[in-house]
């Protein structure tokens, strides 16, 4: 069954490539959405949806983060898409 949530994502994520650390392991599970950075500059937040169960998945890959992140917290909650994501996950604004 296919879900779509909201995930803020906070801690030292910005800067040391969580969004493409994000990114790829999303298109590994086969989730589509985006993420983007927070202006708090130390969050971000993903909009991601597909398979319940693969979404689980990524949503512990997203603790984990990437090699030079430090994630203190991921907060998900049920989303209602307002546009079609066309089944890819993008970055949204600066590349890291």
């Known amino acids: 069954m296919k879900r779509c949530l909201r995930i803020k994502v906070t801690g030292k994520i910005q800067g040391v490539f969580y969004r493409r650390f994000a990114q790829k392991n999303a298109e590994k599970l086969g989730i589509e959405g985006t993420i983007q950075n927070l202006e708090d500059g130390k969050s971000v937040l993903i909009l991601a949806c597909g398979n319940s169960e ?15 992140s430090k994630v203190e917290n991921v907060s998900a909650e049920p989303l209602r898409p307002k546009k079609d994501f066309r089944g890819v996950f993008r970055i949204i604004g600066a590349n890291e």
């Open 54 to 68: 693969k979404l689980d998945d990524f949503i512990d890959t997203l603790y984990e983060g990437s090699s030079k």
